[in-house]
T-cell receptor
Framework: GAVVSQHPSWVICKSGTSVKIECRSL??????MFWYRQFPKQSLMLMATSNEGSKATYEQGVEKDKFLINHASLTLSTLTVTSAHPEDSSFYICSATPWTSGGFFSTDTQYFGPGTRLTVL | GENVEQHPSTLSVQEGDSAVIKCTYSDSASNYFPWYKQELGKRPQLIID?????GEKKDQRIAVTLNKTAKHFSLHITETQPEDSAVYFC???????????FGTGTSLTVIP
């Protein structure tokens, strides 16, 4: 229970191109999804909070025009890295919070996707 | 905003010994404290959590304690095994809003 998937698991792109990463909750509906960035041997840095049907809330220092977030349904959020540069290379992880509690699901916690390794050449 | 500190950053223990990781938080309104285990290149996995109305919670070899007055909480792993080797993150959250503030992580190595 509480499975979150991400696609793709890894991507290599050229500098200047855009990359879209999908985050899906497979067995629950998610009111809120979160996007994190993680550098090697470092903690998870929250980039933005994504609520279905509304604009994402970005953390201070995160460029909203560069990291476009769309949360079109209760099971899908997408992160688009626009005009990617080598410094955007990182491990991007999403998480999701269930709409309701029950069984495996807790509305208190976040369930994480497997991450997407982005390499910009 | 919330500030979560985690210690130690690295920890090595012999197999069978106990491991303790400590976190402190700054916002007294935080009331939910999960612990995640992350293996290299993989997703963080929730291993245990505690809410502010509880002082201790145990699940087999893993336990978490919370001291609300002092604003600190700890993860205790007993009878450690090599497969416990991973990076462990603590987090603090006000359940309403659900935003997590993560500690900096502890790299645990269990030596066979």
């Amino acid at each position: 229970g509480a499975v979150v998937s991400q696609h793709p698991s890894w991507v290599i792109c050229k500098s200047g191109t855009s990359v879209k990463i999908e985050c899906r909750s497979l067995d629950f509906q998610a009111t809120t999804m979160f996007w994190y960035r993680q550098f090697p041997k470092q903690s998870l840095m929250l980039m933005a909070t994504s609520n279905e049907g509304s604009k994402a809330t970005y953390e201070q220092g995160v460029e909203k025009d560069k990291f476009l977030i769309n949360h079109a349904s209760l099971t899908l959020s997408t992160l688009t890295v626009t005009s990617a540069h080598p410094e955007d290379s990182s491990f991007y992880i999403c998480s999701a919070t269930p709409w309701t509690s029950g069984g495996f699901f807790s509305t208190d916690t976040q369930y994480f996707g497997p991450g997407t390794r982005l390499t910009v050449l | 905003g919330e500030n979560v500190e985690q210690h130690p950053s690295t920890l090595s223990v012999q197999e069978g010994d106990s491991a303790v990781i400590k976190c402190t938080y700054s916002d007294s309104a935080s009331n939910y404290f999960p612990w995640y285990k992350q293996e290299l290149g993989k997703r963080p996995q929730l291993i245990i959590d505690i809410r502010s109305n509880v002082g201790e919670k145990k699940d087999q070899r893993i336990a978490v304690t919370l001291n609300k007055t002092a604003k600190h909480f700890s993860l205790h792993i007993t009878e450690t095994q090599p497969e416990d080797s991973a990076v462990y993150f603590c987090a603090a959250s006000k359940v309403k809003g659900n935003q997590f503030y993560f500690g900096t992580g502890t790299s645990l190595t269990v030596i066979p």
